[in-house]
């Protein structure tokens, strides 16, 4: 499955943000989709990801109460609502499919990437 990030840019801290993820080439709804992040000069690390339905979600503490995943399957898409935005938000965010297997951070749970969008926040 090829995936496509986009909707990063550059924001002020409280301000509010929505990535999506478009996804092509197979059965999007066959996967649990993931969103990580990387800030400059650190590790990659969980931000949330939810469950092929829909019905389940989890999320980073450090995201948790501010950002919101969501998925249309019938458009091949997942969304990340990000509200209340802090300066330590600053990344490259990137989505994921795979199968979480109930280890929703776990990265190696992933197989296909996609690119990466920018999300920068200013104080």
């Known amino acids: 499955v090829q995936l496509q990030a986009s909707g990063g840019g550059l924001v002020q801290a409280g301000d509010s943000l929505r990535l999506s993820c478009a996804a092509s080439g197979r059965t999007f709804s066959d996967y649990d989709m993931g969103w990580f992040r990387q800030a400059p000069g650190k590790e990659r690390e969980f931000v949330g990801s939810?469950?092929?339905?829909?019905?389940?979600?989890s999320y980073a503490d450090s995201v948790k109460g501010r950002f919101t995943i969501s998925r249309d399957n019938a458009k091949n898409t997942v969304y990340l609502q990000m509200n209340r935005l802090k300066t330590e938000d600053t990344a490259v965010y990137y989505c994921?499919?795979?199968?979480?297997?109930?280890?929703?951070?776990?990265?190696?749970?992933?197989?296909?990437w996609g690119q990466g969008t920018l999300v920068t926040v200013s104080s």
């Open positions: 994921a499919a795979g199968r979480n297997w109930g280890v929703p951070g776990r990265p190696s749970n992933y197989n296909y």
């Open positions: 939810i469950v092929w339905s829909g019905t389940y979600t």
